[in-house]
């Protein structure tokens, strides 16, 4: 089940403190090795891409949520130079 979430400003200090990784691979793949905690997705990521992620984000209990931007308004909030559709945010 992915939860709907508006990042306040104090949330963003917390969010860029964190270990991050960015992007279907290399999420994935973090995963699959049991160092995230939690994932985020952009509004318009693709269904198929949510539906894969969140089946492996089942299996090891990992919170999922959806950033209330776009995929370019998470690159920004991300300070990249382009649009992001699913971060992971790491265990520390």
């Not at 994935?28 to 995230?36: F, R, Y």
Request: hydrophobic share 40%; glycine share 6%; net charge positive.
């Amino acid at each position: 089940m992915i939860n709907k979430i508006k990042i306040l400003p104090e949330e963003i200090k917390d969010i860029k403190s964190e270990s991050v990784v960015f992007g279907k691979n290399n999420v994935l793949k973090a995963i699959k090795l049991g160092k995230v905690k939690s994932v985020i997705f952009s509004v318009d990521a693709p269904k198929s891409l949510k539906d894969e992620i969140e089946k492996y984000s089942e299996i090891s209990e990992i919170k999922i949520e959806e950033f209330e931007g776009n995929n370019k308004e998470l690159g920004i909030f991300c300070k990249r130079p382009h649009g992001i559709l699913v971060i992971a945010l790491l265990n520390k």
